[in-house]
């Protein structure tokens, strides 16, 4: 495999870090308590701590001279190839929560995957990321619950962002050439084979959340083509504005 | 033989940066400080995150550049994230520094069920948790049941 095809299978995971990352840094002041304000400002910088290994191992692969910044602030939103469920918006906390609690199992046995890719940086980033990844899931699935068997003001938001979000899943399990020639020559992960642990893991949760599983909601992919919805494009004005305005700037 | 002292020396000198976040842990004491070695002409000090996103890593390496430079060396400071960090490698003398400093320390990280963590003021088990995540990455919320008192655990990972 070439350093540039091997640079674009670590950006997408890079871009969904980064993109997630910046969804939950911007909720901070607006969490339900002061207590939940934290934990999302920490998820965030985890996060965004994954996010710069992966752009920076990104960066190395491609051999172009990009560092973190230049890939993360400097490319426009065709460029990122993040999954569509991590660039929806937070109407409410339900939202914030339900989008977290489907990324999340899908993280974790993705990164115990990648734990043992013959890529020793990546493995190395997989290592340390799946214990932050495991945190993250008995948070958000400790919300899911909360919310789900909560009131019925909190039942009925968490089955209505889970309905609106569901037509993201199908994306997390696709996989292309690309995906498959990572996972082939020892590098990468088949993301379909990462469908029975998060079903298992999603099944067990909305059961203890009385939430039934959506059904209908159509599919939605494209994330990893560059195809966005037209959140993303918001979400990265926030993200680059300054960075763009300012080049060079510092403090 | 010279360089090789010189080495130790660095690495002891190192070794004893308190780290910005929790002042009374070094960042030897944490298991930060990975390695200091010599590679061709240079000396290479191997650093680990404790978290992905750890704030105070880059603080930490402009101290490592400072300290080394201040003992007349020039340093290239190296991120390693395998093997992943754990709490398993504080020492015994570490925690009870930081149950001193008011922080209760680390269960061990590799089992599952541990004892309820001790409060570091009243020394009480009858504890709680107030919020998983804390005032860092490192550290979640808790309080005492009997003295009543809100305090800082370091998470076991």
Not at chain 1, 36 to 62: K, P, S
Not at chain 2, 62 to 78: C, K, Q
Not at chain 2, 111 to 121: G, N, Y
Not at chain 2, 123 to 134: A, D, K, L, Q
């Amino acid at each position: 495999m070439t350093g540039e095809d091997r640079a674009r299978w670590v950006l997408r995971h890079a871009d969904d870090c980064l993109v997630l990352a910046q969804r939950l840094g911007a909720q901070v002041s607006r969490g339900p308590d002061l207590e939940e304000d934290i934990a999302g400002a920490n998820l965030a910088i985890d996060l965004l701590g994954q996010a710069r290994a992966l752009l920076t191992h990104a960066g190395e692969l491609e051999g172009r001279g990009r560092d973190e910044d230049a890939l993360a602030m400097e490319r426009d939103e065709r460029a990122f190839t993040n999954l569509l469920l991590v660039e929806q918006p937070d109407p409410d906390f339900a939202h914030t929560i339900v989008r977290q609690f489907l990324f999340d199992a899908w993280q974790v046995p993705l990164y115990e995957a990648l734990a043992r890719s013959a890529d020793d940086v990546l493995a190395g980033i997989a290592q340390k990321g799946v214990k932050e990844a495991r945190y993250h899931l008995s948070h958000s699935a400790g919300w899911v619950v909360r919310l789900g068997d909560g009131t019925d003001e909190s039942h009925r938001r968490t089955a209505g962002a889970l309905h609106r979000l569901w037509r993201f899943s199908d994306e997390l399990f696709e996989a292309d050439d690309l995906d498959l020639d990572m996972a082939d020559a020892g590098l990468g992960v088949d993301p379909s084979t990462l469908r029975p642990a998060w079903e298992g893991t999603v099944e067990r949760v909305l059961s203890e959340a009385t939430l039934d599983r959506p059904r209908g909601t159509g599919s939605r992919s494209g994330g990893r083509t560059g195809y966005h919805t037209e959140h993303l494009g918001h979400l990265l004005s926030d993200l680059q504005y300054l960075h763009r305005s300012h080049q060079g700037a510092s403090w | 033989m010279n360089d090789l002292l010189d080495l130790v020396a660095l690495r002891t000198e190192l070794e004893s940066i308190p780290d910005p976040e929790v002042p009374v842990l070094s960042i030897g004491d944490l298991g930060v400080l990975r390695d200091v070695t010599q590679e061709g002409g240079r000396v290479v000090v191997v650093v680990t995150p404790t978290y992905s996103g750890c704030p105070a890593m880059d603080h930490i390496k402009d101290l490592i550049v400072e300290v080394a430079g201040a003992a007349g060396h020039s340093v290239e400071v190296r991120t390693v994230y395998s093997p992943a960090w754990t709490t398993d490698w504080m020492s015994d003398d570490a925690r009870e520094r930081l149950a001193a400093y008011g922080i209760a320390p680390p269960g061990p990280a590799t089992v599952t069920i541990t004892e309820p963590v001790r409060c570091p003021r009243c020394r009480s088990r009858r504890t709680e948790v107030v919020s998983r995540f804390g005032t860092t990455a490192c550290k979640s919320l808790m309080r005492c049941r009997d003295c009543l008192e809100p305090f800082d655990h370091f998470k076991a990972i």
